[in-house]
């Protein structure tokens, strides 16, 4: 039980992290917004935000989509890992809880992926997302 308690507190205080963070802008795709290519292939629902708190390439891949996503994930993954390392959690268990925060951030008509896998364009509804998110 005692284990128990210090996973699921551990737990709600990352997810109470991960907010922070998003509110910053740190998590979310917000630091890049200062990339027209990226807000363009956002908006176009080119790309989407993943589970695992990354960003994904929704449909055809272009080499300079592949750089943005590249470039985004990157600096993603460090911020994970920092905050990760701050908060007593592994960096998957941060991304996860990044990752549902971005999913619920995201806009209608911007894509996200479902618990499924499956790319789905937001609407004015809640997203679907994974049983694991806070």
Same mark, same amino acid.
């Given at each position: 039980?005692? #284990?128990?308690?210090?996973? +699921? ?40 935000? !993943? ?10 891949? +272009? ?11 990157? !600096? ?13 959690? +592994? ?14 951030? +995201?806009?209608?008509?911007? !894509?996200?992926?479902?618990? #499924? ?18």
């Amino acid at each position: 039980m005692g #284990d128990f308690m210090t996973r +699921t507190m551990t737990k709600m205080m990352l997810a109470a992290a991960v907010a922070a963070t998003a509110l910053g802008g740190i998590a979310t795709p917000a630091f890049a917004q200062r990339d027209p290519a990226y807000a363009a292939a956002r908006a176009s629902g080119e790309v989407g935000e !993943k589970m695992d708190g990354y960003l994904g390439i929704v449909g055809a891949e +272009t080499p300079e989509l592949r750089r943005i996503v590249n470039d985004i994930n990157i !600096k993603r993954r460090a911020v994970y890992a920092e905050r990760a390392q701050a908060n007593n959690a +592994t960096l998957e268990e941060y991304a996860l809880t990044a990752g549902c925060q971005a999913i619920l951030a +995201t806009s209608p008509g911007e !894509k996200y992926q479902a618990p #499924d896998g499956s790319w789905q364009t937001r609407s004015s509804a809640a997203p679907l997302r994974d049983s694991r998110c806070p």
